[in-house]
């Protein structure tokens, strides 16, 4: 049974810091290409970061420099380190599982099999 389940949203002032958790199970996650996607309201789900099967991170233009991607092994856990948040990171925030993803196609929803529930941030 596939779960991926996110923890860690909340509501910040602009220029605080977040961390977005997903515990993986019932499934190796290290064979797939491990990603952050969010959706503000009104908007299209877009993705955020990426981690592939080999390590290789790849991060949207808007949060490069700002937000880190990582994997806890120990704990099946991918981590999104969210620093120097804007008003406009606002969103519904997923985590996603695809084994078609890879870091040339990172940001294509559809080659991500498994979501999980999301989490919200609130940026202001």
């Known amino acids: 049974h596939v779960q991926l389940v996110e923890s860690g949203g909340g509501s910040v002032q602009a220029g605080g810091s977040l961390r977005l958790s997903c515990a993986a199970s019932?499934?190796?996650?290290?064979?797939?290409?491990m990603g952050w996607f969010r959706q503000a309201p009104g908007k299209e789900r877009e993705g955020v970061a990426a981690?592939?099967?080999?390590?290789?991170?790849k991060y949207a233009d808007s949060v490069k420099g700002r937000f880190t991607i990582s994997e806890d092994f120990a704990t099946s856990t991918i981590l999104l380190l969210m620093d120097r948040l804007k008003p406009e990171d606002t969103a519904m925030y997923y985590c996603?599982?695809?084994?078609?993803?890879?870091?040339?196609?990172?940001?294509?929803?559809?080659?991500?099999?498994?979501w999980g529930q999301g989490t919200q941030v609130t940026v202001s």
């Open positions: 996603a599982a695809g084994s078609g993803a890879n870091r040339d196609n990172w940001s294509k929803l559809s080659l991500y099999r498994y």
């Open positions: 981690i592939d099967s080999d390590g290789t991170t």
């Open positions: 019932g499934f190796t996650y290290s064979d797939y290409c």
